[in-house]
C-alpha cells in the first residue's frame, strides 16, 4: 500500500471512529405556562425585565443538583431557549393571564410603553436539594411609578417531582414559576390598590 493510500485508510478510519462516538442530538425540554387566580385593579401597564441568574444556571444545560459542593448537570438533556429569556417569557404569559386588566410587557420587547409598575426577579437557585425536592429561590422587586422604590421580597418555593428525572424537575420547575407568578400578580394587585 502506498504512503499515500496509508494515510487515506487513516484518514477514513478516524472518521468513522469520530462518527460512532458522536453524542445522539440533545433532548430539548421547555417550561409549561401555568394559568392561576386572576386579579383586579393592578397597574395598567405593567413592565417585566429580564429575569436575572445565578452564574451556575446560564448553560444549555439542566441542572439537576448543586448540593454536595458540586454540580450534577445533564449532558444530554437541554433547555430549548436560554433559561433566562424562557423565566421571562414564561412570566410574561403567566402574569398576563392573571392580570387580565393589564398589559404586561418585557423591557426587551418591540412594544414599549411607559410603565405604571415594573418588576424584576433573580433566581439565585433552580435544581434540586440532597431530598429530591426542587428549589426554586431569589428575589423580586416591584415597583409603582416611575420612580417608585421597589417593594422587594425574597421567594423560596420546594416542590416534589411528580416522577422521577428530568421530566419531573421541569414540571416541578413549571410549578414553582407559577407560584411565583401567582405571588406577583397579588403583589401588583395590592400594591397599586394601596396607592389609589
Not at 458540586?70 to 424562557?86: F, I, K, Q, T
Request: proline residues 6%; aromatic residues 4%; negative net charge.
Amino acid at each position: 500500500m502506498s504512503p499515500r493510500c496509508g494515510r487515506r485508510a487513516a484518514i477514513t478510519g478516524a472518521l468513522a471512529v469520530l462518527a460512532g462516538c458522536a453524542s445522539p442530538s440533545p433532548v430539548l425540554y421547555t417550561i409549561a405556562t401555568l394559568p392561576g387566580a386572576v386579579q383586579s385593579g393592578a397597574p395598567r401597564v405593567i413592565v417585566l425585565q429580564e429575569v436575572g441568574l445565578a452564574r451556575y444556571l446560564e448553560r444549555s444545560q439542566i441542572v439537576r443538583s448543586s448540593e454536595n459542593y458540586r454540580l450534577d448537570v445533564e449532558s444530554n438533556n437541554w433547555w430549548g431557549e436560554p433559561l433566562g429569556a424562557m423565566l421571562t417569557r414564561v412570566l410574561l404569559e403567566e402574569l398576563g393571564q392573571r392580570l387580565p386588566e393589564s398589559v404586561v410587557l418585557g423591557e426587551n420587547g418591540a412594544v414599549t410603553a411607559t410603565a405604571d409598575a415594573t418588576v424584576a426577579v433573580t433566581v439565585q437557585r433552580l435544581d434540586e436539594d440532597a431530598a429530591g425536592h426542587l428549589v426554586l429561590l431569589g428575589q423580586a422587586g416591584v415597583a409603582f411609578g416611575a420612580r417608585g422604590v421597589p417593594e422587594l421580597e425574597s421567594f423560596r418555593y420546594t416542590e416534589p417531582l411528580p416522577v422521577p428525572g428530568v421530566g419531573g424537575e421541569v414540571a416541578a420547575i413549571s410549578t414553582a414559576v407559577g407560584q411565583l407568578a401567582d405571588r406577583l400578580a397579588a403583589t401588583l394587585a395590592a400594591g397599586h390598590h394601596r396607592r389609589r
